[in-house]
């Protein structure tokens, strides 16, 4: 889920890096034949090629890990709202997540921070949504990781997990949208 190229879903970094790339594509400076490569090559060029950042490093410290993630890890606004209140960084957008997608955004940060993982039921201070999810975060995990896998490694669609989800957020009164 996500953009991906050559098989690889893109990071933040790497979808700046392509931007100009897929404005010239628009703009039918790039045919679309030769707009992988030019992405590629954009993407070598800003020293984020493809796959540069898979495997971030799990033996440097917490704060390193979460550094090394938040540039170059597939970075969501409710995994984002998670590296924000774990580091302490102010942040005025603490969402949570609304869909396995960003879920799985979610996870993959508490894959490289696992000690942040006993931490989740902290998220329940950041709202309605947060108060609905924090509680079953565990099992949330366990049926997204069963359904689908880590980072979608096992299939393409979640529908339970959604579900769980869906009847989470439905009993906090939380409206969904």
Known sequence: MGISVGGVVLNQRQLDAITPV????????????????????AMKDAGCPVGY?????????????????????????SSKAIWAHMTGTPSECMSAPSDPDDLNRCL??????????????????????????????????NTFLAEVGLDWCK???????????????????????
């Open 53 to 77: 950042d898979q495997g971030l490093d799990k033996s440097l410290s917490i704060d390193d890990r979460a550094r090394r993630w938040i540039v170059d890890g597939q970075v969501g606004m």
């Open 108 to 141: 993959l940060l508490l894959d490289l921070v696992p000690e942040w993982t006993e931490r989740m039921g902290e998220m329940a201070t950041h709202g309605k949504k947060w108060e609905a999810l924090a509680p079953i975060w565990a099992d949330l995990t």
């Open 22 to 41: 897929m404005n010239d594509l628009l703009q039918g400076k790039v045919k679309q034949s030769k707009f992988e490569a030019a992405c590629i090559t």
């Open 155 to 177: 299939g393409n669609s979640a529908p339970e997990t959604y579900q769980m989800m869906r009847s989470a957020l439905a009993g906090q009164g939380v409206k969904r949208g």
